[in-house]
């Protein structure tokens, strides 16, 4: 089965979990804030894909950051304390197997080759 992890209210997350039920793909949702975020979890997440893929620049919450503690997170520490204070931050969905493997972001395209994909 299936693990997704991100905010229930994102749109990309829910435009990935329509695509999964509309293909009758099982899939677990972890919601950030509902279920929380654990610092070894997030380390694993970091550990496959790098901090720098999961720290979502892009979005509000780091624009609403300071320019100073934007400046600050230049390493997979500051990084993790950051994503772990503000899970919002985290890029999303982010997908994952039960062999551990993982997928960032969302497209039809991606999530195909990801489900067709033996574990």
């Not at 435009?15 to 919601?31: E, S």
């Amino acid at each position: 089965m299936l693990k997704m992890y991100g905010i229930k209210n994102c749109d990309t997350i829910k435009k990935a979990r329509k695509y999964l039920d509309a293909n009758g793909v099982a899939c677990q949702f972890h919601d950030y804030r509902a279920d929380g975020l654990t610092a070894p979890l997030l380390q694993s997440f970091i550990d496959t894909l790098g901090w720098e893929a999961l720290l979502n620049t892009r979005g509000t919450t780091w624009r609403k950051l300071s320019e100073e503690t934007r400046n600050a997170v230049n390493n997979a520490a500051t990084a993790r304390d950051l994503m772990l204070e503000q899970p919002a931050i985290i890029k999303r969905p982010l997908l994952c197997r039960a062999d551990g493997s993982m997928l960032l972001g969302f497209s039809e395209t991606t999530y195909q080759s990801f489900i067709a994909e033996k574990s």
